[in-house]
């Protein structure tokens, strides 16, 4: 699960933080999703993408990332079997719950270490530097509850009101980044933070907001490189050339 670290990105390229010595982190892999939107016909993390199942780019780079000691994956329930025979033995493998936060709860309680990364299994593009990078930024900066990987949003953005979709404001793009995963928690904020109703963890879209509701601090980690995720099938073109693209770089 050791390898060298490489670099990272932000909106100007950088050397990565190393990782602590002796920093413990878990990964949670939340792959439970039921791939609706995709059309996959079953689970998303078990949809072919490059000639492999989903979930297998994301268990790659955890396993090869420094900072990373175990992983626990959030399958769905009636696919818990075949993920732990596609996992392996040095990976635990729960049933997810009825929403994502849900599931990254039930896989958090199988966790230990002092840190938790949480990654959608439908981002398979991350790579073991930007795992390492996450883990060994939020260990330098104790006043932080979690790091969220983001890009800077390069669209105008406009908000709207009504059915009619009346434009009401134009805000200044360069306050706003799209959110990703991985995101990288103190394990006891996040604990914490999930700690909520199912009616609450239902309606959030990622993890760092239960954290910052909770009163938790939070900050963006800033990422250049293609970290896409695997929503609808248009996405799958996208994310199969940029695999290939990758792995003919690094040959």
């Known amino acids: 699960m050791r390898r060298s670290t490489s670099t990272t990105s932000s909106k100007?390229?950088?050397?990565?933080?190393?990782?602590?010595s002796g920093t413990r982190a878990t990964a949670v892999i939340a792959a439970a999703g039921s791939g609706s939107r995709l059309g996959a016909g079953g689970p998303k993390?078990?949809?072919p993408i490059g000639g492999r199942p989903l979930v297998a780019w994301s268990l790659d780079a955890v396993r090869r990332a420094q900072a990373i000691d175990a992983i626990v994956v959030a399958a769905p329930p009636a696919h818990v079997d075949e993920l732990r025979e596609l996992a392996g033995d040095d990976v635990a493998v729960v049933p997810g719950g009825a929403s994502r936060s849900e599931s990254v709860a039930r896989a958090l309680a199988?966790?230990?270490?002092?840190f938790a990364v949480v990654h959608d299994a439908a981002r398979p593009l991350a790579s073991p530097e930007l795992f390492d990078g996450i883990v060994a930024a939020l260990a330098e900066d104790p006043g932080v509850a979690g790091l969220v990987a983001a890009a800077p949003v390069i669209d105008t953005i406009k908000r709207c009101r009504g059915e009619e979709l009346e434009v009401v404001e134009t805000p200044d793009r360069s306050e706003f980044w799209a959110i990703q995963t991985p995101q990288a928690f103190r394990a006891d904020a996040l604990r914490a933070a999930l700690d909520v109703p199912t009616e609450r963890l239902a309606t959030a879209t990622d993890d760092a907001s239960l954290v910052e509701a909770a009163g938790g601090r939070v900050r963006v980690y800033p990422?250049?490189?293609p970290n896409p995720k695997l929503t609808r099938p248009v996405d799958r073109f996208l994310i199969e050339?940029?695999?290939?693209?990758?792995?003919t770089l690094t040959r």
Do not use: N, T
């Not at 199988?110 to 002092?114: Q, R, Y």
């Open 12 to 20: 100007s390229a950088s050397a990565p933080p190393r990782p602590l």
């Open 45 to 47: 993390a078990l949809v």
């Open 110 to 114: 199988a966790a230990a270490g002092e």
């Open 223 to 225: 990422v250049a490189e």
């Open 241 to 247: 050339a940029l695999l290939r693209e990758r792995e």
